[in-house]
């Protein structure tokens, strides 16, 4: 029987630094607890080996109760129930349909239209600039998802302010404004779907998400419903939200490392590679979405009772020296080995990972080219939210 480490998550060591906490949790056990109060404990796997191997087992599933539901009206009910919650035949059919919206090919058949996107987010930059600053997370990195999301469904044009501001209500991801923010986001979906329904796809479209999930509502016999589709546009705009922080932590990152910033500036064909390094390195996710036993699991000596919560530790996983070398170190020239685990693992891997690779890349490689005298104007551990589940920034202030 080993000995639990236990972590107490409102620790201020761990919301300082949750890398160096758990990690220190993974070098002592495979196998910890973690400690909410008010909650209860969470089981959680430490290292890479266990914890992908837990997100990829049936025995741990993700249920309602996995998430905080927020309060919305009754006429949105019907799509707050994602594909994230479900599970066996019933997720595996959904995901089957949705997935060709999703693929590598999709994404990069996207990138010129993210890369205009991109493009006019810069140019507006340094209208915001303030006494030679500018906050990057406030007008790059936190509107650039949804102005995306936004091209993926078809929102018209005078209606993306409204859904940037519903954006960044959701990518705060709890309190009044989030729920608020919801009604409207259901109601321009359900607009939307009809309106895409209503003309037929056109081939020099491509990538268009949301034109691809109503021709298999058309063409597939197994064919999703109206709810489906609009949940699914809620289910992007709920987990698209992720690369708001991505892109601030890595530039945050390259700034921080003048090595690796100046490897990325003279060799964009690094880029890819280093958005993979960075993910490891310091993605937003720092815990996995926590699973709940279907039944008694053994779990290095220990056992994990029917119904427990149960997550990963990826802020130690992707940091485990067991499979990656000098892991503290970010590399961006780092040979590709074993996979991290920002985007998950097993039938909950993140559907729009693609999307969010190149969208990252994308943005990194125009914001670098574009101000090559770019500076960070604040110390990064300044700016850190207090958070021991999302590595995130409360700001980015940065000089061009």
Known sequence: MITLPEVDLTDPEVLRDPFATYGRARERAP???LLIPGLGPIWALTRHDGARAMLGDARFEITADSFMRPRVP????PYMRTMSEMSGTEHARLRKLVAPAFTPRRAAEFRPRMEAIVD???????AHTDGGRVDLLRHFAGPLPMDVICALVGIP?????????????VA???GQDFERAIPGIMAGARDAVAARRARSRQEDDPGDVLGELVRVQAEDGDRLSDTEIVTMVWHLVLAGQTPTNLIANAVAALLSHPAQLAAVRSDPALMPGA???????CGPSLLAV????RQDVELYGATVPKGAKVTALIAAANRDPRVFADPDRLDVGRTPGAGHL???HGPHFCLGASLARVQTQVALTALLRRFPRLAMAAPPDELRAPDPGTWRLAALPVTL
């Open 31 to 33: 196998l910890a607890r």
């Open 74 to 77: 009754d006429d949105c009910l």
């Open 120 to 126: 006019a987010l810069l140019d507006d930059l340094p």
């Open 157 to 169: 044009e005078e209606d993306r302010p409204r859904w940037r501001e519903w954006g960044a209500c």
């Open 172 to 174: 705060a991801g709890v």
């Open 275 to 281: 958005v993979e390094e960075l993910i490891r390195w």
């Open 290 to 293: 926590p699973r709940h036993t």
């Open 342 to 344: 920002g985007f998950a």
